[in-house]
């Protein structure tokens, strides 16, 4: 009788610890997942698809061809053979629009 009454005491120790190890913030942080995939899902099937940049790489290389502040940070992001980051801090034509 001793030996199950030290059973018992020792499993609901273990089972006492085990659950208060789980995070408690796991759960609604797998909901709100969970609510995301599901608006994806339905985005998808109702025939959403992202809207087309305004721009494109089509060869252009330069600050002097560029229109605006925001075409040349698109050329300079995506279009490998842009050259308009001279000093590389990831600013484009600072000297052309001023930034």
């Known amino acids: ?3 199950v009454l ?3 005491v020792i499993f609901a120790a273990i089972k006492y ?3 208060s190890d789980e ?5 609604p942080v797998i909901d ?3 609510v995301i995939e599901q ?7 109702s025939g959403y698809s992202q809207p087309k940049s305004l721009y494109e790489c089509d060869g252009r290389e330069y600050c002097s061809q560029m229109n605006s502040y925001e075409e040349a940070v698109f050329f300079n992001t995506y279009c490998p ?3 308009m980051d001279g000093d ?8 052309q629009f001023g930034r």
């Open 1 to 3: 009788m001793k030996y």
């Open 6 to 8: 030290v059973f018992l």
């Open 17 to 19: 610890l085990k659950q």
């Open 23 to 27: 995070p408690q913030i796991a759960q």
């Open 32 to 34: 709100k997942i969970n």
């Open 39 to 45: 608006v994806e899902t339905d985005l998808i099937s």
């Open 81 to 83: 053979e842009a050259k």
């Open 88 to 95: 590389g801090d990831g600013i484009p034509c600072e000297r």
